[in-house]
């Protein structure tokens, strides 16, 4: 079975740093690329980060400087730093995989994760 699980969501203070785990199992992940989605509450799902097989990585512009993703293909697991977290940033955050499709069109990965919480917030 195909699976994808996030964890490491959690509450923090403005300007405080969250890494997030996007962990696969029955797929090998560096066979795929993955995508980092957030979703808002009354917002539409937004992507936010990917990462191709290859290691070539896209950032919307709205965490560009702050957060970074990265693959550990030997744990087949990617990351997702966020630093200097803004209240904006408070969503559900999701982790995807396609086997072709690098950018932030939700439609074109075909595995999800349930999603793990961000709250940020003093």
């Known amino acids: 079975q195909l699976q994808l699980v996030e964890s490491g969501g959690g509450l923090v203070q403005p300007g405080g740093s969250l890494k997030l785990s996007c962990a696969a199992s029955?797929?090998?992940?560096?066979?795929?690329?993955i995508g980092w989605f957030r979703q808002a509450p009354g917002k539409e799902r937004e992507g936010v980060s990917c990462i191709g097989s290859g290691g070539h990585t896209n950032y919307v512009d709205s965490v560009k400087g702050r957060f970074t993703i990265s693959r550990d293909n030997a744990k087949n697991t990617v990351y997702l730093q966020m630093n200097s977290l803004k209240p904006e940033d408070a969503a559900v955050y999701y982790c995807a995989a396609s086997t072709w499709y690098l950018g932030f069109q939700p439609a074109q990965y075909d595995y999800w994760g349930q999603g793990t919480q961000v709250t940020v917030s003093s």
């Open positions: 029955g797929f090998t992940l560096d066979d795929y690329a």
